[in-house]
């Protein structure tokens, strides 16, 4: 546990916790749409979606780690 890259990853993961719950308290019922959307939007656009923000994600990591 005494990884840096480790205990980064944890704290990223408790973000993302922390977002969507935050997303679910403030807004059930746009969630709900939201996820009902989902089920209903053909592969290749959520496919694009996640590489989309996984991308994104990874540029910010970058720039964070670059800039401290």
């Given at each position: ?12 993961l ?10 679910f ?19 290749y ?9 996984a ?11 670059r800039?401290?």
């Amino acid at each position: 546990m005494r990884s840096i890259a480790f205990a980064d990853f944890l704290i990223g993961l408790g973000i993302l916790f922390v977002l969507e719950g935050v997303m679910f308290a403030a807004g059930p019922n746009w969630m709900r749409r939201a996820m009902k959307t989902a089920m209903t939007s053909p592969d290749y656009v959520l496919r694009a979606a996640g590489i989309g923000s996984a991308v994104i994600g990874l540029i910010l990591i970058w720039v964070v780690r670059r800039h401290t």
